[in-house]
């Protein structure tokens, strides 16, 4: 903790990255049922967290496998504090260029509560684009989504420098 009970900053030396392991599975579960309960107080579109979660990690594991994809695991004095996975995202679509319609997708990030607010976020979304550049297949692009009412992920999708692309309304019929 710095001065007046604020976080201290991340940096690179004070956590691991590391790819996910098969032990990792009920942390990845809880995980994702936290964001998951966390969105359900955001939008009633949201499902509760289990039992879907499971089929959704079934999901999210076979679309990494199938496209590109990597689920990374940080690490704090070997604790796990955060988590982020992508896969590359091709759809094509006449209207728009192809450097667009295929891109690298995060489609998961979580950290814990006690390690929000610290920097980490933009310390896994950089590895995470560091992944696509390396796959060499010319992607120019990084998309995440967040839920318009999600402020604090917003804020933070911006303090790691994504701007809004398309914004989704809806209303009720």
Not at 11 to 38: G, I, K, M
């Amino acid at each position: 903790m710095g001065r007046a009970g604020t976080l201290k900053p991340m940096n690179d030396a004070d956590f691991h990255l590391r790819p996910y392991r098969a032990s990792d599975y009920d942390w990845v579960l809880d995980c994702e049922v936290a964001l998951q309960t966390h969105e359900r107080t955001l939008s009633d579109t949201r499902l509760p967290g289990l039992p879907h979660t499971h089929d959704y990690l079934t999901l999210l594991f076979e679309t990494l496998a199938e496209f590109h994809g990597l689920l990374l695991i940080a690490e704090r004095d070997g604790v796990r504090v955060g988590l982020v996975a992508g896969h590359v995202l091709d759809q094509p679509w006449p209207m728009e260029t192809a450097d667009s319609t295929r891109c690298g997708y995060v489609s998961d990030i979580f950290i814990v509560p006690e390690q929000r607010g610290t920097g980490l976020a933009g310390i896994l979304l950089d590895a995470m684009a560091q992944h696509f550049r390396d796959l060499g297949q010319d992607l120019r692009r990084l998309r995440i989504n967040a839920l318009a009412a999600n402020q604090l992920a917003c804020k933070a999708y911006v303090k790691a420098g994504f701007a809004p692309y398309e914004v989704m309304f809806e209303r009720m019929l």
